[in-house]
């Protein structure tokens, strides 16, 4: 099976195509293409994804990206990438209304995809949610008018399944992702963090997943985007912070080694696995303006990005070992931007062979923990919806465990 995944629920244009054989319980996987286009630069002068214009930008690149993840892939017969085949003005019409909204868009949808042949593709799959609406609409839309005009199914996404599934690919010794499939047993514990959501996840089969637990506010990388904002650091505030953190402290009067500095952990032992992290950006932003005046905040840097990143790692953790040991769990899996961080990725694999000897630890390898379009075609695989281009719609609040 052929999957082209599309995913624009944030700030990255992403698309890949990949083939999947095997049986679903022992599958494997040919990544054809895959390209991420980030908007980052975009955004960073704002200080966070601006939707309107993130929307604008997925309007501006999908068709040209389609395009590359096509030749990439070698998926057009040789001789007919361009068939100059008439399009009735029936389709035309049908084609406007789909992307109606989307006229730039629409425009080289008909300039670019409309003139070449229909790809070897069996389906087509796109985020639908969760995200932010206006950029969630454009890659869906985009989704259906590509499945009107191919004639293809259609296959509506959960993006935190994306997150989950991204992180049953491992690379091999030659670099490559595969999938990792014997070492994920029933019951999975999912970590997800991301800019937009931290959850933890009981994944009892393929259908059922139940969430143990949620952020009540900040999710984990909206915390790092905002405390990397009070640092003026770059956006997105996620890697600026860990990089800040490796750097050695410029002033020798603080250093978060010693416990000098000193940020909350907050409901690291609350008795549910539900999170916050909007006191500890708050603890943050005190700490800042109480110290400023005296203080420079630049050469501190160093010292408060590491007690801060420390302080988000153990409450994710701790939480993450306290479920894993309540429910039994036999494998664990991490995905989401966040799990690309160094510092949670060496604590957990240390704290998991401590406590929990036996039980796979799964992170998504750093390329894939971001938002992109091949986890996309993971989870359309093992668990998308299938649908039609009339049907296909954007639920920008969908939960994971709405998915199946
Ligand atoms: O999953 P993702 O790419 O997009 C959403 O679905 O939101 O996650 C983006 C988030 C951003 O908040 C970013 O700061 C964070 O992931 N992030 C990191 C790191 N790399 C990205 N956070 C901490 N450490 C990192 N190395
Ligand atoms: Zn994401």
Redesign the pocket.
């Known amino acids: 099976m052929r999957i082209l995944g599309i995913e624009t629920?944030?700030?990255?244009t992403a698309l890949a195509i990949a083939d999947f054989s095997g049986s679903r319980t022992k599958p494997a996987i040919k990544i054809r293409s895959h390209i991420v286009s980030s908007q980052r630069d975009l955004h960073t002068k704002f200080g966070g994804v601006v939707p309107n214009l993130a929307r604008r930008e997925h309007e501006k690149n999908l068709a040209a990206i389609l395009m590359r993840v096509l030749e990439e892939s070698e998926i057009l017969k040789p001789g007919t990438e361009r068939t100059g085949q008439k399009t009735s003005r029936s389709k035309f019409a049908i084609l406007d209304s789909i992307l109606g909204r989307e006229q730039e868009l629409l425009r080289q949808f008909k300039e670019s995809v409309v003139p070449s042949a229909r790809p070897r593709i069996d389906a087509i799959a796109v985020t639908c949610g969760p995200?932010l609406a206006p950029a969630l609409w454009v890659g869906v839309n985009f989704a259906r008018a590509l499945a009107y005009h191919w004639n293809k199914p259609l296959i509506s996404v959960n993006?935190m399944a994306g997150?989950l599934y991204a992180a049953t690919l491992q690379k091999n010794k030659a670099g490559v992702p595969t999938f990792a499939h014997s070492r994920v047993k029933f019951p999975v514990l999912a970590l997800l963090?991301?800019?937009?959501?931290t959850e933890l996840v009981l994944v009892q089969s393929r259908k059922k997943f139940i969430i143990l637990g949620q952020t009540r506010d900040d999710?984990?990388?909206?915390a790092?985007?905002k405390v990397?904002r009070m640092l003026k650091l770059p956006y997105?505030?996620?890697?600026a912070?860990?990089a800040m953190a490796e750097t050695e402290v410029q002033n020798s009067e603080f250093s978060a080694k010693d416990g000098q500095i000193k940020f909350p952990r907050p409901m690291i032992n609350a008795e549910n696995y539900d999170f916050s992290f909007s006191g500890l950006k708050t603890s943050v932003l005190y700490f800042i303006r109480g110290i400023e005046k005296t203080h420079s905040i630049k050469k501190l840097r160093p010292a408060i990005a590491r007690e801060f990143?420390n302080a988000v790692v153990d409450v994710l953790v701790a939480k993450t070992l306290r479920a894993a040991g309540e429910y039994q769990v036999r494998t664990i899996l991490v995905g989401?931007?966040?799990a690309?961080?160094?510092?949670?990725r060496k604590t957990l694999r240390t704290r998991v062979a401590e406590r929990l000897p036996n039980v796979p630890l799964l992170l998504a390898d750093?390329t894939l923990?971001?938002?992109n379009g091949l986890m996309i075609c993971l989870a359309a695989y093992f668990s998308g919806k299938k649908t039609t281009w009339r049907r296909a719609h954007v639920n920008a609040n969908l939960r994971i465990d709405e998915t199946t």
Do not use: K, M, N, W
């Open positions: 629920s944030c700030d990255e995200g993006h997150h963090v991301s800019g937009g959501h999710a984990a990388g909206e790092f985007d990397g997105p505030g996620g890697p912070i860990s990143q989401g931007g966040v690309a961080s160094e510092c949670l750093p923990s971001g938002d």
